[in-house]
């Protein structure tokens, strides 16, 4: 009886492991991935016109500012990801905030 009621218990809790395994792939497939990592160093400004609006995210559901300059090496590295990773949905967003270079960072701001 005994070895019967192990299996039991093992039975269990490897139900329990492949349902804690397909709730963290549910999860996880529904976070907003962005397609470019943006680092600090591409946020580098001196004035608020050397920063420009980006989304990095393929569905275009998010925003972010970096320096302009960069902007070539973001837009490439975004339509390289997204070609491979087509999104699901796409966001019909617009951006009412103002671009900013507060302490020499690009940053995104409330409207004025």
């Given at each position: 009886?005994?070895?019967?009621?192990?299996?039991?218990y093992?039975?269990i809790?490897?139900f329990?492991?492949?349902?804690i395994?397909w709730?963290?792939?549910?999860?996880?497939?529904?976070?907003p991935?962005?397609?470019?990592?943006?680092?600090?160093?591409?946020?580098?400004?001196?004035?608020?016109?050397?920063?420009?609006?980006?989304?990095?995210?393929?569905?275009?559901?998010?925003?972010?500012?970096?320096?302009k300059?960069?902007?070539?090496?973001?837009?490439?590295?975004k339509?390289?990801?997204?070609?491979?990773?087509?999104p699901?949905?796409?966001c019909?967003?617009?951006?009412?905030?103002?671009?900013?270079?507060?302490?020499?960072?690009?940053?995104?701001?409330?409207?004025?």
């Amino acid at each position: 009886m005994i070895f019967k009621k192990q299996h039991f218990y093992v039975a269990i809790f490897l139900f329990a492991i492949l349902l804690i395994i397909w709730g963290v792939q549910f999860v996880v497939s529904y976070i907003p991935w962005n397609a470019v990592a943006v680092t600090i160093e591409d946020k580098a400004c001196m004035y608020d016109d050397d920063c420009i609006l980006l989304q990095p995210d393929c569905e275009d559901c998010h925003f972010d500012v970096i320096n302009k300059v960069h902007s070539a090496k973001y837009r490439t590295a975004k339509a390289n990801y997204c070609k491979k990773n087509p999104p699901k949905t796409q966001c019909d967003t617009i951006f009412v905030g103002t671009k900013r270079c507060v302490e020499n960072i690009c940053t995104l701001g409330a409207p004025e």
